[in-house]
C-alpha cells in the first residue's frame, strides 16, 4: 500500500503546484528546531496548531461588526475567518498555490483582534503609548503568548499573518505598507476583505441598517445582485488575471467595483450612527479597563506578565486585554465598576 507520507506529499507539491507557490519543503523553516512530522508537512502542521489553540476557540464569542447582536446568525471573529480560510483556498487551488499555507494564514490572521472587533483595537491604540495593530497582536499571539513558548510556527504563516491588514488601503493598492513575501499570503490579503464587505452587507441588511436599494447599483450591476454572485466573480476575476503570474492582479473594472462597494461599507454601516452608541461605550470600556489595570497590575494572571517580561506592565495589560471575549470583558468591566449587592 502506498501512504501519502510527508515526503510524498512534498514530491506532489514540486510536481503539481505553480512555479511562483510556496513548497512546503522550500519553508525558511522555525525559529526553534523541530523534528518533521511523518505524516504532515510543515504548512498542515502550522495549520493544526492555530485550529487547536485556545486563541482561535476565543474568536468564536469576539465581535466581527455588531457589538452583542440579538440573534444566532450575525457573524463573529471565528465565522469571519471561516469565511476568509474558504475564499482564499478557493483562490489558492485554482491558482495551483500552495493551500495549506494559506489556510494556515487565514485561520491565524485574526487571533490579535481584540474584544468589541475594531473599536477595541482603537481603544488599545489610543491608551498604549507602544500602539496597538491587531496583524502585529496576531504575530504576538503566536509567536509568544500561545502555549508555553508560542506555537512555533513556519516564517512564512507568520509573515502572511503580519501582512495580512489593509490598514484603510484600497484593494490591491500599489503603495501598500503590508506586502507578504508569498503569493499564498497576498491570497489570505484579499480574501479577507472579500469576505467581510459582502458578509457585512448580508449583517447589516439583517440588522436593517441598510436596504437592498441603498447599495451603489453600479458596483452591484457588475459584481452581483447577491453575496455568492459578488463573491463567485470577484474569486473568478482574481483568478482569471492571475494565472502564472507572481502577484495577484484584478480586472480594472472588478477592482473599482470592489473597492467603491467597499468604500461604501465603511460610510453607511461601519460607521453608521445607530452603531456609534454602542461603539462608544465599548471604547470607553476597553480604555477604562486599560487604566484599572495599570493602576492594580496584580490583578493581571502571572502568564502575561512573565510573557512581557522587561518590556513594561502597560505591554503586559494589552496581552490581557486584547485576548478578552467580549463576555469577558463585559464581565470584568462589571466586577470592578459596578457597584453590586449588598450581601
Known amino acids: 500500500m502506498d501512504i501519502f507520507d510527508r515526503r510524498a506529499q ?27 512530522c511523518p505524516l ?32 444566532d446568525h450575525y457573524r463573529t471573529r471565528l465565522t469571519h475567518t471561516l469565511e476568509v480560510s474558504q475564499i482564499a483556498r478557493t483562490i489558492a487551488r485554482a491558482l495551483r498555490l500552495n493551500e495549506d499555507l494559506t489556510e494556515a494564514i487565514a485561520l491565524g490572521h485574526d487571533l490579535g483582534h481584540t474584544p468589541f472587533g475594531h473599536i477595541g483595537e482603537e481603544a488599545l491604540n489610543s491608551v498604549y503609548k507602544g500602539g496597538f495593530a491587531h496583524n502585529e497582536q496576531s504575530l504576538r499571539v503566536v509567536e509568544k503568548l500561545e502555549g508555553e513558548r508560542g506555537l512555533n510556527l513556519t516564517w512564512e504563516v507568520r509573515d502572511g499573518i503580519l501582512n495580512h491588514s489593509q490598514e484603510g488601503e484600497k484593494i490591491l493598492s500599489e503603495n501598500a ?83 467603491e462597494l467597499r468604500d461604501f461599507m465603511y460610510r453607511r454601516v461601519y460607521k453608521a450612527e445607530v452603531l456609534l452608541k454602542e461603539v462608544r461605550k465599548a471604547f470607553q470600556l476597553v480604555c477604562s479597563l486599560y487604566n484599572f489595570y495599570l493602576q492594580n497590575p496584580h490583578l493581571i494572571p502571572d502568564y502575561f506578565r512573565e510573557n512581557a517580561g522587561k518590556e513594561s506592565i502597560e505591554r503586559a495589560v494589552v496581552d490581557y486585554i486584547a485576548g478578552m471575549t467580549d463576555r469577558y470583558a463585559l464581565n470584568e468591566y462589571e466586577r470592578y465598576f459596578i457597584p453590586g449587592e449588598w450581601a
Do not use: C
Not at 512534498?10 to 523534528?35: C, D, H, I, M, Q
Not at 436596504?211 to 458596483?219: M, N, T, V, Y
Open 10 to 36: 512534498e514530491e506532489w507539491e514540486k510536481k503539481n503546484l505553480s512555479p511562483f507557490a510556496t513548497l512546503s519543503v522550500a519553508t525558511r523553516g522555525r525559529e526553534r528546531k523541530e523534528l518533521s
Open 40 to 71: 504532515r508537512t510543515e504548512f498542515q502542521r502550522d495549520r493544526d496548531r492555530i485550529i487547536h489553540s485556545k486563541a482561535f476557540r476565543r474568536l468564536k464569542h469576539k465581535t466581527q461588526v455588531f457589538i452583542a447582536p440579538f440573534g
Open 177 to 259: 505598507k503590508n506586502v507578504p513575501a508569498t503569493l499564498e499570503g497576498e491570497v489570505v490579503k484579499i480574501a479577507d476583505p472579500l469576505a467581510y464587505v459582502n458578509h457585512d452587507i448580508d449583517d447589516a441588511l439583517r440588522a436593517k441598517i441598510i436596504r437592498e436599494r441603498d447599495l451603489p447599483r453600479e458596483p452591484i450591476k457588475i459584481l452581483g445582485e447577491t453575496s455568492r454572485e459578488r463573491i463567485a466573480s470577484i474569486v473568478k476575476d482574481v483568478v482569471t488575471n492571475s494565472w502564472d503570474k507572481p502577484h495577484l492582479q484584478m480586472s480594472p473594472l472588478v477592482l473599482e467595483a470592489f473597492n
